[in-house]
């Protein structure tokens, strides 16, 4: 995949995501929701699935909204629903409650341990995309050209550090919430610090 070729698209709805992830979120995060769109439109590509750009760049963007130290005092709820919120909040032209809610169900879902076609492109896309960024999961199923370049325009900071840090203390804030169950049965932290990417 020729970095240079890939659409990224450039709404209004698209510029007003990016200017809340870039304001709600640290850059690890941010580069994180970047890259998220970057490696689920190059599996896209792999596995020949069409889907809207526009909804998969802002699912991407606004996915980790919540994905912050939110401190012991903050509202016991999953975190996906901080995202989920903005994106049912998106007053656009051309987006109808259908767009919000798709957005906001890809979102509320890519945290899930299995998220398929059944619901939807731009759901499976964002779910296969966290999870190559996260902890490497068909890392191998892109160039290693193309990761390169994707690493490069993108780079993933901190995030061997920052990730673990934040589930561990989300897993704290919910427990019995998802993140509680990646962190405690299957090993998360260790899963994203030993994941194939610096």
């Known amino acids: 995949i020729d970095l240079d070729q890939l659409r990224i698209p450039d709404s209004l709805a698209c510029r007003d995501a990016e200017r809340l992830c870039a304001e709600q979120t640290p850059p690890v995060v941010l580069v994180h929701s970047q890259r998220s769109y970057v490696w689920g439109t190059i599996l896209a590509a792999h596995d020949r699935i069409s889907f809207d750009e526009e909804l998969l760049w802002i699912a991407s963007l606004l996915h980790?909204?919540?994905?912050?130290?939110r401190g012991a005092t903050a509202k016991p709820e999953c975190f996906t629903l901080v995202g989920a919120r903005a994106a049912m909040a998106i007053d656009s032209e051309g987006w109808d409650d259908e767009?919000?809610?798709s957005v906001a169900e890809a979102i509320t879902l890519h945290l899930n341990l299995h998220v398929?076609?059944?619901?939807g492109p731009e759901a499976h896309l964002l779910w296969a995309g966290t999870r190559l960024d996260a902890v490497g999961w068909r890392y191998w199923d892109v160039a290693p050209g193309t990761a390169a370049a994707v690493l490069e325009r993108y780079p993933r900071l901190d995030l061997k550090e920052y990730f673990p840090a934040v589930f561990e203390?989300?897993?704290a804030l919910v427990p019995g919430s998802r993140t509680h169950f990646y962190t405690r049965y299957l090993g998360a932290s260790r899963l994203v610090r030993r994941a194939p990417l610096p």
């Open 64 to 69: 980790d909204l919540g994905f912050v130290d």
């Open 99 to 101: 767009r919000r809610r």
């Open 116 to 119: 398929d076609l059944s619901h």
């Open 169 to 171: 203390k989300e897993a």
